[in-house]
């Protein structure tokens, strides 16, 4: 038995039973069954240096085990793949950032790109406040929350931006709580974790029209952005993550089928002919069974495709003369206030856009159309 072999942890909870393997190597003779300890008394200097390093190192991955099971202990129950998940992702020492990245982690493998995407630019950002020094999870507090808020008003981040961060923080910090690394100090309820009345992001049919009939044969890139538009806008505002990932599955019987990404609700929209027309357009272009041609062979990251997206339709603004900027939201937000304006009832609104109730719907038109309320209030006057 001259051959090295790893040193393992073993964990028995509840009649279960997990085998951590270490880092460490020795042979069989420099381990003590008995005392579970590294036998250095028979080893020249070098290797008596080695298993000392070997003894310490595996003693404080003992130590950081027991500080795990502590703090699921106070939490409550647990299972012994919790213990393991704890262990080997090294995020749960009590520190901040690690467990950020953990949460990241977690929302990539629930294909939650969206918000991974903001937690890691909100990580970027608490680090830079902090000059990239971490903080014991208990450490944090309303002071330091407060001081942040200050920090990013300072570099002249807009109030929702602010609101953004600070409720990407909080659901951190929520979860570290959940998780027993930390007792809840509340430290978010002095800061603004609310949502602004945002400026209208709506454009007029005499807009959408202008847009329809721009002559774009000589612009391909612009002609695909001007198509996407006029999809999200002919499907009820449809979202880009979902209109990217639309494949021919969602083809059914006439209709496009497919389950919204942000409300995971199910919706239902009738295959007009012009929704057709552009699918059919651009069939040669897509890639697999996609319907748009939006990911490539290459990349299949829908957020660096929906950045070049608004950098086209800025362009085609551009074109149009207009005074604020085409984005992805606009197509949603014209579809609603269009169909506001032609009388339809909200009820019918918020099913078209997938709202989960009509009060989410009524907040929506209330900070689109001001137009609305302006228009009453003079024909009031001119009474």
């Given amino acids: 038995m001259n051959k090295e072999g790893a040193l393992y942890i073993q964990l028995i909870h509840n009649r279960k039973t997990k085998l951590i393997t270490t880092r460490f190597r020795l042979y069989p003779f420099e381990w003590d069954v008995r005392s579970s300890t590294v036998i250095t008394d028979n080893a020249d200097n070098e290797r008596n240096m080695y298993l000392q390093n070997i003894r310490d190192g595996s003693e404080s991955e003992i130590r950081r085990i027991y500080n795990l099971i502590s703090i699921l202990e106070k939490r409550g129950d647990y299972t012994i793949q919790e213990l393991v998940e704890y262990y080997t992702s090294n995020s749960f020492n009590g520190y901040f950032f690690p467990f950020v990245k953990y949460q990241i982690k977690k929302l990539k493998s629930e294909r939650r790109t969206k918000t991974a995407s903001i937690h890691e630019?909100?990580?970027?950002?608490?680090?830079?406040?902090?000059?990239?020094?971490?903080?014991?999870?208990?450490?944090?507090?309303?002071?330091?929350?407060?001081?942040?808020?200050?920090y990013?008003?300072?570099?002249?981040?807009?109030?929702n931006s602010i609101s953004c961060y600070m409720r990407a923080l909080r659901a951190v910090y929520n979860q570290a709580v959940e998780k027993g690394l930390t007792v809840s100090k509340n430290p978010f309820k002095d800061v603004y974790t609310g949502i602004d009345k945002t400026s209208k992001r709506a454009v007029n049919e005499d807009i959408i029209v202008k847009l329809c009939r721009l002559d774009l044969s000589e612009y391909n890139g612009l002609q695909l952005a001007r198509d996407l538009f006029m999809f999200s806008f002919y499907t009820r505002g449809m979202s880009f993550v979902d209109m990217a990932n639309l494949k021919q599955s969602n083809l059914k019987n006439g209709y496009l089928v497919y389950i919204r990404s942000k409300t995971k609700q199910g919706l239902s929209i009738k295959l007009e002919k012009c929704i057709e027309d552009i699918i059919e357009r651009h069939n040669a272009l897509t890639v697999d069974d996609y319907i748009l041609p939006i990911y490539n062979t290459q990349n299949r990251d829908y957020n660096s495709h929906l950045r070049t997206y608004n950098k086209r339709l800025k362009r085609l603004s551009e074109m149009l003369s207009l005074k604020k900027s085409l984005s992805s939201y606009v197509s949603r937000h014209s579809w609603a206030t269009i169909a506001f304006r032609k009388g339809f009832p909200v009820q019918v609104i918020s099913e078209g856009m997938g709202h989960g109730n009509e009060k989410t719907t009524r907040i929506y038109l209330a900070s689109l159309d001001q137009s609305v309320i302006d228009n009453a209030n003079a024909q009031i006057i001119a009474l």
């Fill in 121 to 150: 630019t909100v990580g970027r950002s608490f680090s830079r406040f902090r000059y990239g020094k971490d903080i014991r999870i208990e450490k944090i507090d309303g002071i330091l929350m407060q001081r942040y808020e200050a």
């Fill in 152 to 159: 990013l008003k300072d570099n002249n981040v807009c109030v």
